[in-house]
């Protein structure tokens, strides 16, 4: 076990460091996180027009809930599929099968140090944010029991293990690009990273229950903001382990088949 752990801890330095030389990239995707996070509650204020509440949250709830989710959203959301798949077509990929630590932890390290790195270049930003909308921020309202970091953390292995498992489809395909863009739409949508779940309508909130996405970023979300109790959050926890654990036999079956499947060719 201690060999096992020496391993997670230089390959997270390596990539943490590989993180910090290419922070450039860090900052263009931060930008696409921040400009919404300054954007949504600019519309939503101008949209109460006086009034008290939409859907239940007040003018404060709703520009903290747009921060918290901002905020959470650069350690929580994985892109890593990308890149992926971009190794498997351009042929890197075979190096790992050679390498003394499995795919799957290599992935999942690679990931939490770039997401450590993006959580780090955020907070000036955050800082900054929170100054523009200082007389909306309600500290009091906040709630940080350990429902809201099991909640992130495991909202963190979520996002991480379904799209590693999605990623393992460029086994099979010569290009995934389209599938990954499909991916995008009901995520958007049903995380509540567009808009709050209790602004859709009944249908639209009976799906994202069923659906893993409301588990990676609108549980942590409603949690921290009170618009979930500690209690409903703790067996909604269940269900993110039960999607972790669909999500990771998913991968363990994808990779399994698609090594059959995979060539490996390029450089």
Same mark, same amino acid.
């Given at each position: ?7 997670? #801890?230089? $390959? ?8 910090? +030389? ?11 996180? &921040? ?9 939503? /204020? ?21 921060? !918290?989710? %901002? ?8 892109? $890593?599929?990308?890149?992926? &798949?971009?190794?498997?077509?351009? #042929? =890197? =990929? ?13 992935? =999942? ?20 944010? $929170? ?10 309202? =906040?709630? /940080? ?16 293990t379904l799209v590693f498992a999605m990623s393992l ?9 389209? !599938? ?9 949508? $049903?995380?509540?990273?567009? %808009? ?7 249908? &639209?909130?009976?799906?994202s229950a069923i659906l893993p996405f409301r588990y ?11 618009? *979930? ?17 669909? &999500? %990771?036999? +998913? #991968? ?6 698609? *090594?059959?499947?995979?060539? #490996?060719?390029?450089?």
């Amino acid at each position: 076990m201690s060999i096992a752990i020496r391993k997670w #801890g230089a $390959l997270f330095s390596a990539y943490f460091q590989d993180g910090l +030389a290419y922070r450039a990239s860090g900052y263009i995707w931060l930008m696409t996180d &921040a400009i919404p996070a300054l954007i949504m509650p600019l519309v939503w /204020l101008s949209a109460y027009n006086g009034r008290p509440a939409i859907a239940g949250y007040s003018p404060s709830q709703m520009v903290m809930y747009y921060l !918290v989710m %901002v905020t959470i959203t650069n350690f929580i959301t994985s892109h $890593l599929m990308w890149e992926i &798949a971009m190794e498997i077509k351009e #042929g =890197f =990929f075979s190096v790992y099968l050679v390498r003394p630590i499995s795919f799957f932890q290599h992935q =999942f390290i690679r990931n939490l140090a770039w997401r450590t790195i993006r959580t780090g270049i955020f907070l000036p930003v955050g800082f900054v944010l $929170l100054m523009i909308f200082k007389e909306y921020v309600q500290w009091g309202n =906040f709630y /940080l029991g350990w429902q809201v970091w099991v909640a992130i953390l495991l909202g963190h292995t979520l996002s991480f293990t379904l799209v590693f498992a999605m990623s393992l489809l460029a086994l099979w395909l010569q290009e995934a690009h389209s !599938v990954y863009e499909l991916y995008y739409i009901p995520s958007l949508f $049903l995380s509540g990273q567009l %808009v709050p779940l209790s602004i859709l309508p009944t249908w &639209a909130l009976g799906i994202s229950a069923i659906l893993p996405f409301r588990y990676t970023l609108a549980l942590p979300t409603e949690l921290i903001v009170g618009r *979930l109790s500690p209690e409903a959050g703790t067996q909604q926890i269940l269900i993110q382990l039960i999607w972790i654990t669909i &999500a %990771v036999i +998913a #991968g363990q079956f994808l990779w399994r088949k698609g *090594l059959k499947h995979y060539t #490996g060719v390029g450089q």
